[in-house]
């Protein structure tokens, strides 16, 4: 090994360099799949060369430059193999040799907002799009999107194969939709990004909490849409909720992993940076549209919390208000549960508990601990020990992840004491 | 008048078969696909591409539900079909989604296998 980077950094420069490199070159040849193909020959090249030459100056440049010679290479190689897909071969050569987009490797244009939409298409199922958004988009390797999704290789492996297989042979374009289209295929986008966060933030199962590297892809991914369409109010929504959920992964488990709730947090863990550029998203995704969208209004309640000083200084009445406005746009047992929260800090424990007890009957929450788990404490909270009790027994049981669960029996025992 | 054969084989079966029974069942396609053409018949048919290859729609109070895959309930079954040369699956989508049957029922949208000729 000479002084040259290690492959970790190589590793770290293409994937940061990869959605842009894969869209150009799909641009071109038409095909996801060979454009992928030829990004991954590059990087095989550079894991080879960059130990002796050092990274480039301009690596974007370097990568589509070697990407679009490693693709004329294959299209030549391909040619000579199959006649009848000779002059299908010439053109797509042709366009790599020629295309306008390749003119300046100084600056490579930005084609990954149609890559995004591609991946994100409603012809493929969502397990499918988050799958090719990470590999594509975000250049993850199949075994970081299959720790990130919990799943096993084979399974990732699979499903981008058989997704790649739909946009090729089901002739999916590479566009940014337009029009009435826009808003729904947006809000593909931003589930698929919010999802991958989730996964990251509140790992549905198993033993870790939070899995900070699969948050901050998605806030990475997240800011590359507010980059690439900076007027769109639910995009900067998104990343300002993100951010500010993200900024308190400190405070949020304890030293031995065990869960920490927002009651109890130490503030000062808190990074306040990303607090201030998530506030800033936030008024900028509220000024962008009125009425807000609901990633938007989740942002402006993150924000509520994160400026308070404590949490007995959280604005209450406030945050009843948001989640009222939030159910309005975008219904869920989930936000009038949280409502329920809020007006209890507000009012006290009895009118939270009336607003639960209408809930009761939500096949939606039925299976989770989270109405349990609320209303053990708003029992615990109105001196109902044993009814308290009960409750935290139940939604023991439905807890699906251990921190949480420790956290519920933790309760459950003060309560018994 | 005009009518639809829809051809419905068990998942596989084409994959089962050993190259010559494919070759053969080509061949007897081959011979009945002329059988039609020679009766002055034939307007429109061709294979389908595998179903894991298809996108469903649907409208709802005037709102596009697409989706990922057939539509797989077994009350639903193929009412009539339209052969359209579009470039890409959006405009493909957009086609289906304003047939009257899409407010109603769904619309499966599935790619067209180019036959090549027989040699």
Known sequence: MTGGPAADAIAAVFRSEFGRAVAILARVLGDVSDAEDAVQDAYAQALRRWPETGVPDNPAGWIVTVARNRAIDRLRRERALDERRAELTRRATERLMTDPLFDSTDEIPDERLRLIFTCCHPALNREAQVALTLRLVGGLEVREIARALLSSEDAVAQRLVRAKRKLRVAAVPLRVPAGDELPSRLAAVLAVVYLVFNEGYAATSGPDLLRDDVAGEAVRLGKVLVELMPDESEAAGLLGLMLMQHARRQARTAADGSLVLLEQQDRGLWDTAAIGEGIALTERALRLRRPPGPYAIEAAIAAVHAEAPAWDDTDWRQLAALYRELHAVSPSPVVELNRAVAVAMADGPAAGLAMLDRLEDSPELASSHLLHAARADLLRRSGRADEAADAYRVAVGLATNDAERAFLSGRLAETTR | ?119
């Open chain 2, 1 to 119: 008048m005009r009518y639809m054969l829809m051809i419905y084989t068990a998942p596989g079966t084409w994959e089962g078969m050993s190259e010559e029974e494919r070759n053969s069942t080509m061949g007897e396609y081959y011979d009945y696909t002329d059988s039609l053409e020679n009766a002055g018949i034939l307007r429109a048919g061709a294979p389908l591409e595998s179903v894991d290859t298809a996108t469903t729609v649907r409208v709802r109070d005037g709102e596009r539900l697409t989706t990922d895959g057939p539509f797989a309930e077994t009350r639903e079954v193929l009412g009539g079909y339209y052969v359209i040369e579009v470039d890409t699956l959006d405009e493909a989508l957009d086609h289906a989604a304003r047939i009257p049957g899409a407010r109603h029922g769904s619309v499966e949208v599935r790619p067209v296998v180019q036959v090549p000729a027989r040699q």
